[in-house]
């Protein structure tokens, strides 16, 4: 079994960084692309594993109160997964699409003894059909039509001025099972 680690993650913006907690199966250094002022700008995302933790049960609450990138009328709005169907102890992380179609999807994990969770967004276009594709998180190849670049308002002030960060994971956010399965 691959554990799934919570992370430090330093993306450097060319002239300035920022550090960010991210969750990813391995160390590693990937590209990513960030937009700051409404301008996508190549990234280089370095990583280095902190802590493994298994998946833990979390509740509605828990669930809500982690997530640090959004604002309070869009958590009340967000659609909970079934938390009684889910096997928490076959998952690294918790991750779900909007079933009613829109483009937004969530993540948590654990950090330390804490759930930290953040809204992604799906590209509203795809990459170019009979491709191949590789999601960060679980690092499967699989048809470009499976992957999508998701991208995550950043916290704070410079969520709210726009400043994104997003990299290719699988559609359906349900990577956590792929790892298993490696």
Same mark, same amino acid.
Request: glycine share 8%; aromatic share 8%; proline share 7%.
């Given at each position: 079994?691959l554990?799934?680690?919570?992370?430090?993650?330093r993306a450097?913006?060319g002239?300035?960084?920022?550090?960010?907690?991210?969750v990813?199966?391995?160390s590693?250094t990937?590209s990513a692309?960030t937009?700051v002022a409404?301008r996508?700008?190549?990234?280089r995302v370095?990583t280095r594993?902190?802590r493994?933790?298994p998946?833990r049960e979390?509740?509605?609450?828990?669930?809500?109160?982690?997530i640090?990138?959004?604002?309070e009328?869009?958590?009340?709005?967000?659609p909970?997964?079934?938390?009684?169907? $889910?096997?928490?102890?076959e998952?690294?992380? =918790?991750g779900?699409?909007d +079933?009613? &179609?829109?483009?937004r999807g969530y993540?948590?994990?654990?950090v330390?003894?804490?759930?930290?969770g953040?809204m992604v967004?799906a590209?509203?276009s795809t990459?170019?059909?009979g491709i191949?594709?590789?999601c960060?998180f679980?690092? $499967?190849?699989?048809?470009?039509?499976q992957v =999508?670049?998701f991208?995550? +308002?950043? &916290?704070?002030a410079?969520?709210?001025d726009?400043?994104?960060?997003?990299t290719y994971?699988c559609?359906?956010l349900a990577?956590?099972?792929m790892?298993r399965?490696?």
């Amino acid at each position: 079994v691959l554990p799934f680690c919570s992370c430090w993650t330093r993306a450097d913006y060319g002239s300035s960084t920022a550090s960010v907690t991210w969750v990813t199966p391995l160390s590693h250094t990937m590209s990513a692309v960030t937009t700051v002022a409404n301008r996508v700008h190549p990234i280089r995302v370095e990583t280095r594993v902190v802590r493994c933790r298994p998946m833990r049960e979390l509740t509605a609450e828990q669930i809500r109160g982690s997530i640090v990138n959004a604002t309070e009328a869009e958590i009340e709005r967000m659609p909970l997964p079934g938390l009684y169907e $889910t096997l928490w102890d076959e998952r690294e992380y =918790l991750g779900w699409r909007d +079933p009613d &179609g829109s483009p937004r999807g969530y993540i948590v994990h654990w950090v330390d003894d804490r759930p930290v969770g953040f809204m992604v967004r799906a590209a509203s276009s795809t990459l170019r059909p009979g491709i191949g594709a590789m999601c960060s998180f679980c690092h $499967t190849p699989q048809p470009s039509t499976q992957v =999508l670049m998701f991208s995550a +308002p950043k &916290g704070g002030a410079a969520g709210r001025d726009g400043n994104t960060i997003g990299t290719y994971l699988c559609a359906d956010l349900a990577c956590s099972m792929m790892i298993r399965m490696l």
